[in-house]
């Protein structure tokens, strides 16, 4: 069982916007950065969010991300059948002093 | 550019010791940054082994501390991981990546491209 909670799945039609969120507690989310990735079978995980809202070189702007108090938020808008991959999200936990992901989450493009 | 690239056996007999290496091409270590390994078991999601800082600092999942070490090897602009006492549970796909920012929030920018390693006899 993951520190953060993300959804198992999520799903959207082309073009469209999606959300996924990834609740922690005061100890990891509540305190510290939070980073996204995408990962796609076969491949390395991709950063695409760091410090809870910045985007690396190279990211497009239809990703996007948030926090709120002890929950996070990444946002894809104009969904493409490339996006179809798992998303993680990750942080610090200061009380585990560890390094902790969510467990996943699938997005399918419909 | 960054690079990083696993190295190691593939296969691991039980109660033996795991070792892994990544390569770093593109970045000097003595320019900051930690290094860190995570993992991806079969069906399950990512879990962070440790980072080690270019001074030698540690930092390791307390679930795997007592069995994890994480070296840094400077003149071959490497580091490594040893897990002893492997078992099944610890069958899995090991990525080695840059860290930022690990102990207030860690971002992993730059992966390797993933190693493979099974447990049997």
């Known amino acids: 069982q993951s520190v953060l909670t993300q959804p198992p799945s999520v799903s959207a039609p082309p073009g469209q916007k999606v959300t996924i969120s990834c609740a922690g507690s005061?100890?990891?989310?509540?305190?510290?950065?939070v980073s996204w990735y995408q990962h796609l079978p076969g491949t390395a995980p991709k950063l695409l969010i760091y410090?809870?809202?910045k985007r690396p070189s190279g990211i497009p702007d239809r990703f996007s991300g948030s926090k709120s108090g002890t929950s996070a938020t990444l946002g894809i808008t104009g969904l493409q059948t490339g996006d179809e991959a798992d998303y993680y999200c990750?942080?610090?936990?200061?009380?585990?002093?560890?390094?902790?992901f969510g467990g996943g989450t699938k997005l399918t493009v419909l | 550019q960054v690079q990083l690239q696993e190295s190691g056996p593939g296969l691991v007999k039980p109660s033996e010791t795991l070792s892994l290496t990544c390569a770093v091409s593109?970045?000097?270590?003595?320019?900051?940054?930690?290094w860190g390994w995570i993992r991806q078991t079969p069906g399950k999601g990512l879990e962070w082994i440790g980072s080690?800082?270019?001074?030698?600092?540690?930092y390791y999942n307390p679930s795997l501390k007592r069995r994890v070490t994480i070296s840094l090897d400077t003149s071959k602009n490497q580091f490594s991981l040893k897990l002893n006492s492997v078992t099944a549970a610890d069958a899995a796909l090991y990525y080695c990546?840059?860290?930022?920012?690990?102990?207030?929030?860690?971002?992993?920018?730059?992966w390797g491209q993933g190693t493979l390693v099974t447990v049997s006899s």
């Open positions: 005061s100890s990891n989310i509540g305190n510290n950065y």
């Open positions: 990750g942080t610090w936990d200061t009380s585990l002093s560890a390094g902790v």
């Open positions: 410090e809870n809202n």
């Open positions: 080690i800082y270019h001074s030698g600092n540690t």
């Open positions: 990546a840059r860290v930022g920012n690990l102990v207030v929030g860690p971002f992993f920018d730059h």
């Open positions: 593109g970045y000097s270590f003595s320019s900051g940054y930690y």
